[in-house]
């Protein structure tokens, strides 16, 4: 397809319905420039456009030592404060396009996931990584905060208290200490276990109806961070759309009858 003719820092590899998308920059650890932000941003976008053929994503970093080891802070030393408030949105839009996308994305980090990489991490619906991860916001350590999504969704993933001290300190964790808080949803011992784990629960989840897991995904987004009257309503209108589709019709149908379901994602 289109998106992985294209040379350059960000390939998209598919097979069988699993997107798998590559930051593939090593020499930089993978840091994100602009460049490869806005690649990433249309990767998402071109997967998005295919519907439900794209079953599931998984978001990876080339090279072996690293996810993404932040924001590319050569490309930072040039910029002014409105220029980096400019790649700090462009970082939120790229979040924003892996919350959008109706497939579920697993970021499999082996390696740093730094700074804006830990933070596109938590873009991603769910964290596997190897033994060999490790994360931290250290932008306080270059005289900034993280700008790409840290301070609101690393509290929503560890909590206020353990987001406070990994922003505060801006010390690194290893993936054990990252399971513990709660970031990361499963460990692996090597980077092809890895791959094979994520590979396999996108597997599991695309046995279900595609609509519903989408409509699952939008209503999590939607209601994180609201309040619980308004996070009830969001689930309702969301319960309310999934009952609408064919899915639904035929999920039932098939527990009656006491059948496997053939979803459609209608
Ligand atoms: N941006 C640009 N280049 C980076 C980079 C980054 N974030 N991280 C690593 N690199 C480059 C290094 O400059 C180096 O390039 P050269 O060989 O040309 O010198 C190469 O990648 C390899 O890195 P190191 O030699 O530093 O490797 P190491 O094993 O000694 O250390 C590391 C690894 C601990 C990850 C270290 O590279 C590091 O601390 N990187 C920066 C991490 C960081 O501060 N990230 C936050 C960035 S700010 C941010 O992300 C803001 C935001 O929220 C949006």
Redesign the pocket.
């Known amino acids: 397809d289109a998106t992985s003719e294209t040379p350059g820092p960000v390939r998209v590899e598919e097979s069988d319905g699993v997107a798998v998308v590559t930051i593939d920059r090593p ?3 993978n ?1 994100l420039s602009a460049e490869v932000l806005t690649a990433l941003g249309e990767a998402f976008a071109a997967l998005a456009a295919r519907g439900t053929e794209v079953r599931g994503v998984i978001l990876t970093g080339a090279g072996g030592r ?1 996810f993404v ?6 490309a930072m030393a040039d910029l002014t404060a409105a220029e980096a408030a400019r790649l ?1 949105r462009l ?1 939120h839009e790229v979040a924003a396009g892996i919350e959008g996308l109706g497939a579920p994305v697993i970021a499999a980090v082996d390696g ?1 996931a ?3 990489g830990c ?1 596109l991490a938590l873009a991603c619906d769910l964290i596997y990584a190897t033994d060999a991860a490790k994360f931290g916001q ?2 306080v ?2 005289g ?1 905060i ?3 999504g ?1 301070t609101v969704r690393l509290p929503r993933a560890v909590g206020p208290q353990a987001a406070r001290e990994l922003i505060y300190t801006g010390r690194t964790i290893d993936a054990a200490e990252a399971e513990r808080l709660g970031l990361v949803a499963r460990r692996f011992a090597d980077r092809e276990a890895l791959m094979a784990g994520a590979r396999a629960v996108i597997e599991e989840i695309s046995a279900n109806a595609h609509t519903a897991v989408a409509i699952a995904k939008q209503v999590l987004t939607a209601a994180d961070g609201t309040d619980t009257a308004t996070a009830s309503g969001i689930e309702v209108e969301g319960f309310e759309r999934a009952f609408a589709t064919e899915d639904h019709g035929e999920g039932i149908a098939a527990f009656l009858e006491k059948r496997d379901p053939s979803f459609t994602g209608r």
């Open positions: 020499k930089a650890l840091a690293a080891a932040g924001a590319d802070i050569r700090a970082g740093f730094l700074g804006g933070e250290p932008e350590r270059l900034l993280p700008g790409f840290g």
